[in-house]
């Protein structure tokens, strides 16, 4: 009898998403597993491409956030220096 290769072919069950879906969902733990299941080799290949998708998403709401937040934040300064806004009134 052969045997067959079957690491990372394999599907996940509901009760594995299940489980996956609970961890990520701690802080700081979940974060790291989702780099675990992104570069580790004995990992399904549905699970490790979730992950990396997961981790791209991260990385661009990040950036977005990021990004929102030097816009507000220079809006509000630009509104003080101009003394639209004057923080002695209040």
């Known amino acids: 009898m052969e045997a067959v ?9 509901l009760s594995d998403w299940l489980i996956t879906l609970l961890i990520t969902a701690i802080p700081f733990v979940g974060f790291i597993m989702l780099f675990v299941w992104a ?5 399904p290949i549905s699970k490790s491409n979730w992950a990396k998708a997961t981790l791209i998403l991260m990385v661009i709401g990040i950036a977005l956030t990021l990004v929102i937040l030097f816009i507000f934040g220079a809006t509000i300064l630009g509104l003080f220096d101009s003394g639209i806004i004057n923080p002695n009134e209040y």
Do not use: D, P, R
Not at 39 to 43: E, G, L, T, V
């Open 5 to 13: 290769e079957t690491t990372g072919k394999e599907s996940l069950s």
């Open 39 to 43: 570069f580790s080799s004995n990992i």
